[in-house]
């Protein structure tokens, strides 16, 4: 029932930023945890952050902490990653990800709706 609409993507120099925009339906945003991965061509894909539903909690992957920041706005269905300090290494597809059950959580597997990815480009 959850429907996830992600924005934001682009190409950006490394060392420059970028904000990712996760648009959910539903009234019961505030509810749910809502997490970050992205897939690099080859690989498989892996956590980023985190967001428990009232905000109160974030986790981060050791790779982006101290310079990837996950927040929302429960008010507008939306929950944002500002990446700062971007990389090569960065570059992927990026998707958020709804945890329905109460608890946030860093496995892909506790996470039951998708959105459709947006793609980061980070040149050298």
């Known amino acids: 029932q959850v429907q996830l609409v992600e924005s934001g993507g682009g190409l950006v120099q490394a060392g420059g930023s970028l904000r990712l925009s996760c648009a959910a339906s539903?009234?019961?945003?505030?509810?749910?945890?809502m997490g970050w991965f992205r897939q690099a061509p080859g690989k498989e894909r892996e956590f980023v952050a985190l967001i428990s539903g009232s905000g109160g909690t974030t986790y981060y992957a050791d790779s982006v902490k101290g310079r990837f920041t996950v927040s929302r706005d429960n008010a507008k269905n939306t929950v944002y990653l500002q990446m700062n300090s971007l990389k090569p290494e960065d570059t992927a597809v990026y998707y958020c990800?709804?945890?329905?059950?109460?608890?946030?959580?860093?496995?892909?597997?506790?996470?039951?709706?998708w959105g459709q990815g947006t793609q980061v480009t980070v040149s050298s």
């Open positions: 539903g009234r019961t945003f505030s509810r749910y945890s």
């Open positions: 990800a709804t945890k329905v059950r109460s608890g946030p959580s860093s496995l892909e597997r506790l996470y039951d709706y």
